[in-house]
Antibody, heavy 123, light 107 residues
Framework: EVQLVESGGGLVKPGGSLRLSCAASGFTFSNAWMSWVRQAPGKGLEWVGRIKDKSNRGTIDYAAPVKGRFTISRDDSKSMLYLQMNSLKSEDTAVYYC??????????????WGQGTLVTVSS | DIQMTQSPSSLSASEGDRVTITCRASRSISTYINWFHQKPGKAPKLLIYAASSLQSGVPSRFSGSGSGTEFTLTISSLQPEDFATYFCQQSYNTPRTFGQGTKVEMK
């Protein structure tokens, strides 16, 4: 059974930093493309970024609002995905979801999601 | 960035109704579109990928169609568990972008 479990959310002051983690199991993590998606309270879904697998050079893409402030990384030996968030702003307040982007057969879709972790940026 | 525009933003329907939600892309995305639904307090769940392929385990009352810039998600006979918010998402390029959502409510 595929499981994605996020942790690390919490309350942080504007300008502060936080690192989210996502523990993956039930699939070959090292072959997977992994993404972060966020959802502000009462709002829609916003793609944050994605990291490809090593066979695709581990390429990382970011959404414009977080580029230069957020860093996605992975540890394939531990089946862990990370999101380092720096220079946090109030508009970064959201539930952050760890997701797997299925990339075989040319189907690019977010087929598994974690339960989400809430990040609140407030003074 | 590719903009995804969903319509309607909300709709009221009854159990057994046929429901159609539309998503329009700001430029052609071939069939690189996925559909999700989300219930309050829960993570989104993939329903349809690549415009018309049913995700494993999803009931056959859900179907998707379209290519290029116009897409539809259809629920052939609405069930109580289908009252939720529905999102489309393009996977043609990055940044991946989502529609703003369609809330399906009970009439």
């Amino acid at each position: 059974e595929v499981q994605l479990v996020e942790s690390g959310g919490g309350l942080v002051k504007p300008g502060g930093s936080l690192r989210l983690s996502c523990a993956a199991s039930g699939f070959t993590f090292s072959n997977a493309w992994m993404s972060w998606v966020r959802q502000a309270p009462g709002k829609g879904l916003e793609w944050v970024g994605r990291i490809k697998d090593k066979s695709n050079r581990g390429t990382i893409d970011y959404a414009a609002p977080v580029k230069g402030r957020f860093t996605i990384s992975r540890d394939d030996s531990k089946s862990m995905l990370y999101l380092q968030m720096n220079s946090l702003k109030s508009e970064d307040t959201a539930v952050y979801y760890c997701t797997r982007e299925r990339s075989d057969h040319g189907d690019y879709c977010l087929d598994y999601w974690g339960q989400g972790t809430l990040v609140t940026v407030s003074s | 960035d590719i903009q995804m525009t969903q319509s309607p933003s909300s709709l009221s329907a009854s159990e057994g109704d046929r429901v159609t939600i539309t998503c329009r892309a700001s430029r052609s995305i071939s069939t690189y579109i996925n559909w999700f639904h989300q219930k309050p307090g829960k993570a989104p769940k993939l329903l349809i990928y690549a415009a018309s392929s049913l995700q494993s385990g999803v009931p056959s009352r859900f179907s998707g169609s379209g290519s290029g810039t116009e897409f539809t998600l259809t629920i052939s006979s609405l069930q109580p568990e289908d009252f939720a918010t529905y999102f489309c998402q393009q996977s043609y390029n990055t940044p991946r972008t989502f529609g703003q959502g369609t809330k399906v409510e009970m009439k």
